[in-house]
């Protein structure tokens, strides 16, 4: 019967696939992306289950890292897209500006950041 | 022993599929987000449980510190992309109790 969940998750990645594909926006993609992930991780905790070995159960920790720097990274950068691009809306672009105060050694970002505001 | 683990694991499966179908279904962009950013971590619990329940102790170890590692990190990115999405969208919701406290920040840092 684990492979009934094993199959039930690789439904849920599917499900969630299709809703990055067809999504309207970044924000929708990121999140569904999101959803595959975390499908997946559950496939492999299932599989784990499956085969009785925790051999790969070390591989949800580290997914579980790099999923939540994508999301945050992704999550900037809509952010600051929008800043760029003169949007209908003030962003809040002084929060993120005192938030970028430490990042003073690199010459570059922050130029860009202040070129762009 | 072990049909109680694999019936937790396929109600967890089952909470994955629904976190998916609600992605397709819900109007908004808040309210998708709230299908993914809470259905989701769920069932990865809910799988973690039945498998921690199949494994015994040296694999609830590992699955312990990943459910954590998923508690601590997947809120904070959702509610990321909340912000994101609240400040890069033109103002279309009827009740914004997020407006007063963005505009304070701005009025603030001016």
Same mark, same amino acid.
């Given at each position: 019967m684990t492979e009934a969940a094993i199959a039930l998750f690789v439904l849920a990645a599917l499900i969630a696939s299709v809703r990055l594909l067809r999504a309207p926006n970044l924000a929708d993609r990121v999140i569904a992306l999101d959803v595959t992930l975390i499908s997946f991780m559950g496939a492999i905790a299932a599989h784990a289950a499956h085969t009785n070995s925790s051999q790969y159960l070390i591989l949800l920790v580290v997914i579980a890292i790099i999923g939540f720097t994508a999301t945050v990274s992704a999550a900037r950068f809509l952010q600051h897209e929008q800043i760029g691009l003169?949007?209908?809306?003030?962003p809040g672009v002084p929060l993120e500006s005192s938030d970028?105060?430490?990042?003073?050694? %690199?010459? %570059?970002?922050?130029s860009e950041i202040g070129g762009a505001s | 022993m072990t049909i109680v683990a694999e019936v937790i694991m396929?109600?967890?499966? #089952?909470?994955?599929?629904?976190?998916?179908?609600?992605?397709?279904?819900?109007?908004?962009?808040?309210?998708?987000?709230h299908a993914a950013g809470k259905a989701s971590p769920v069932a990865l619990l809910?799988?973690?449980?039945?498998?921690?329940?199949?494994?015994?102790?040296?694999?609830?170890?590992?699955?312990?510190?990943?459910s954590?590692?998923?508690?601590?990190? #997947?809120?904070?990115?959702?509610?990321?992309?909340?912000?994101?999405?609240?400040?890069?969208? &033109?103002?279309? #919701?009827?009740?914004?109790? #997020?407006? &007063?406290?963005?505009?304070?920040a701005r009025d603030r840092n001016k």
């Open positions: 003169g949007g209908p809306v003030d970028t105060g430490p990042t003073r050694g %690199s010459n %570059s970002a922050a | 396929i109600v967890g499966a #089952l909470i994955a599929v629904l976190a998916a179908v609600g992605l397709h279904k819900f109007a908004t962009p808040y309210a998708r987000f809910v799988v973690a449980l039945g498998a921690g329940i199949s494994l015994g102790w040296a694999g609830s170890a590992l699955l312990i510190v990943a954590v590692a998923m508690i601590l990190t #997947l809120p904070v990115g959702v509610h990321m992309m909340f912000r994101a999405v609240h400040r890069s969208t &033109p103002p279309t #919701l009827d009740i914004d109790d #997020l407006a &007063p406290a963005e505009r304070f």
